[in-house]
């Protein structure tokens, strides 16, 4: 409740000092009420606190992970790209759409009913549309904006569908009631087609392979930054949604749905790894990284019966940090160069600001894997469940399609190696440096306390 | 089954008068093309704007400001519905459900002194 | 559904599957962003319909209430998307899909 009470407080205080002229105290404000979100959370750990005692909303301890999870995220976000909003007009709008987005990413981390669901789901979605169009001007900002407001719709409404036919089939939105109905009168032709909507409507959201179409000409069409949250926040949130609905709700038909699970994981793994390695863009590779690595989310989704919580949390934040480091990197990279967004961009990038280069060279390889790195152990986590199910084909085509994705990282890190003629330095904001800083350290950090998940 | 169909026949006079109504339209259009004459002219062919001659086209592009008003309208309308359901439990709801009304109207106000604030209602 | 005996719950989910089917081809198949943005509407008034149908049958109301929820959703979704679609009418002259070429592969 407070969580929510202080950031939803937080997005209207700053618009409320947009308009009274206090323009310089908003990201002090903003700073300040997120990590009394973190504080907040961490009070009201194991209390499961029900709000208004109606079981719509349950802030039991796997929300209270995600949510300071979403939190930590959206500060990293926001104190790594604080240039990118002085030279914004409407930055304050921006600012706050973030703020009620993360709203909505609270809300999809501690439902309890399938109406919060959508709400939250919506609450989060409507202004990433808004965000993804933020760039009026640019052609290519246009068309993201535009094919995310049609297939994210699309996508909202085949949930809802699903949703109706779920309520039509058990009579209930809530969680364990459905799960009540679904272990002792099992599943009829109306609950499994809306239990199927539900699924296609997330793998919509989330962008897992045959629904991924629009995740690269978005993350590409968006303005960097936002592409940036894109594939961290709003991921993050999506996939806590999903785990949650699988971990609460529809656990029993896990059994039998898990082999659809496995194909779609395996398939996203292969179609984004390979479109990666024919990518000139990096905008668009780390687009189709982020597609191969919802994969992984996805397979850890199809244990929710089994697997700790604690491990998804732990991929999200990984993926996340790595992530949103590299994304900033490639904001400040094309920003310099009149927005070239090509491989050469990174040219000489060692020599021109080292900061960036060994942020962009960890986060790059924590993606890829490679041990002393976080991500090493995040893939792990999931490899081993997975293993425990018995989908060896499964983590023979995850082990693959990682060593296809060590290529593809590497292109870009011999690029950054690569010396260039009177090239000027890229230079960043003190807020940038440390963040990076801050950053690239729990990156390595991370590696070693994975043994505490 | 009896009682059921007694209950269908208390809907049969609006039937036939959807009928009648409809025949009546499409009769009187099949007649006055049949038997009118039919001379095409180019004035005849124009859009009657009350004996005004029309000028330039119906599609011309409009000020922003409308489509910003109306956006903003839609908004501002739709909220009401929340409180059809508000009104029907308001005796149950009690001081709660006053506050909780208050509470989503005065976020509601914020809204819009911000619009206000940032001049999207100015029409100069 | 003591109104028309012979209406059952059958004859609702048809209905609201047919407009869904509608909306969903309408946003695959069609170019013109506004007959999209029509097929939008119409998806989420299907998903009322049955939602309200399903609400009678189970004699509760909060899939009313949910419907109500849905509305003010699809409101908010209509200032956003018409808004995104004013600004690529302001910068192509056009609401047709076929100029959102710049971004594939």
């Known amino acids: 409740m407070k969580e929510l009470v202080i950031t939803s407080l937080l997005g209207i205080g700053v618009l409320a000092f947009d308009i009274l002229k206090l323009r310089k105290f908003i990201l002090p404000l903003i700073v300040v009420g997120l990590l009394a979100v973190v504080g907040a959370s961490i009070v009201d750990w194991g209390m499961n606190e029900n709000l208004f005692g109606k079981n719509m909303i349950i802030m039991d301890n796997y929300a209270l992970g995600f949510t300071s999870i979403l939190c930590l995220l959206t500060l990293a976000w926001i104190l790594t790209s604080t240039d990118y909003f002085t030279n914004e007009i409407s930055r304050t709008d921006l600012y706050a759409l973030v703020l009620f987005a993360l709203c909505g990413g609270y809300v999809m981390c501690s439902y309890t009913n399938l109406v919060m669901l959508f709400i939250g789901i919506e609450i989060l979605s409507i202004p990433m549309y808004v965000l993804a169009a933020s760039n009026k001007r640019d052609m290519l900002s246009n068309e993201a904006g535009f094919k995310y407001f049609f297939l994210g719709a699309l996508a909202s409404s085949i949930l809802l569908f699903g949703i109706a036919l779920v309520y039509g089939a058990t009579g209930s939105f809530q969680l364990d009631a459905i799960k009540n109905v679904l272990a002792t009168a099992g599943s009829g032709t109306i609950m499994t087609a809306g239990i199927l909507m539900i699924f296609t409507g997330f793998a919509f959201k989330v962008g897992i392979a045959p629904f991924h179409m629009w995740t690269p000409d978005v993350y590409q069409g968006a303005p960097t930054v936002i592409t940036g949250l894109m594939s961290t926040m709003v991921k993050g949130a999506a996939f806590a949604a999903f785990f949650r609905l699988y971990y609460l709700g529809f656990t029993p038909t896990l059994e039998f749905t898990a082999s659809i699970f496995a194909v779609l994981a395996g398939l996203s793994l292969i179609v984004a790894n390979v479109m990666a390695t024919i990518q000139v863009n990096a905008k668009r590779l780390l687009a189709y990284s982020s597609i191969s690595h919802a994969g992984f989310m996805l397979a850890a989704v199809m244990t929710a019966d089994s697997m700790n919580p604690r491990m998804l949390m732990y991929y999200v934040l990984v993926y996340g940090i790595a992530s949103l480091t590299s994304f900033n990197v490639l904001y400040h990279v094309s920003k310099f160069q009149n927005g070239a967004e090509g491989f050469d961009a990174f040219k000489g990038l060692v020599k021109r600001n080292p900061v960036m280069a060994g942020a962009m060279t960890l986060s790059l390889l924590s993606m890829a894997g490679i041990p002393p790195l976080a991500g090493f152990m995040a893939k792990y986590f999931v490899i081993s469940h997975i293993l425990e199910r018995g989908y060896t084909w499964l983590v023979i085509i995850m082990v693959l399609t990682s060593a296809v994705a060590v290529y593809y990282y590497l292109r870009i890190i011999v690029s950054m190696l690569t010396p260039i003629e009177n090239a000027g330095r890229i230079v960043s904001t003190d807020s940038n440096r440390i963040g990076l800083l801050v950053l690239s350290i729990a990156m390595v950090a991370m590696f070693f306390l994975a043994a505490f998940v | ?124 | ?105």
């Open chain 2, 1 to 124: 089954m009896q009682n059921d169909l007694s209950h269908l026949q208390d809907y049969l006079p609006v039937l036939v008068m959807a009928f009648v109504a409809l025949g009546f339209v499409v009769t009187t259009m099949v007649l006055t093309h049949w038997l009118g004459p039919k001379r095409k002219t180019k004035i005849k062919s124009e859009a009657f704007e009350c004996g005004i001659e029309s000028q330039g086209n119906a599609r011309s592009p409009f000020s922003i400001k409308y489509f910003l008003v109306a956006i903003l309208f839609v908004l501002f309308d739709v909220e009401v519905i929340f409180m059809y359901p508000w009104a029907v439990i308001f005796k149950d709801l009690g001081l709660f459900g006053l506050l909780e009304m208050f509470t989503f109207m005065g976020l509601m106000i914020v809204g819009l002194i911000y619009i206000i604030k940032r001049g999207a209602l100015n029409w100069d």
């Open chain 3, 1 to 105: 559904m003591e109104l028309l005996p012979n209406v059952t719950m059958n004859h609702y989910l048809l209905v609201s599957v047919i407009l869904f089917v509608i909306g969903v081809a309408g946003i695959l198949f069609r170019r013109n962003a506004i007959i999209m943005f029509m097929c939008v509407e119409l998806m989420l008034n299907a998903v009322n319909i049955t939602l309200v149908a399903f609400s009678k049958v189970w004699g509760q109301s909060d899939a009313q209430v949910f419907v109500f929820f849905i509305m003010v959703v699809a409101a908010a979704e209509v200032a956003v998307g018409l808004a995104i679609l004013m600004m690529l009418y302001r910068n192509m002259h056009t609401t047709s899909t076929d100029v959102l070429d710049k971004l594939k592969w």
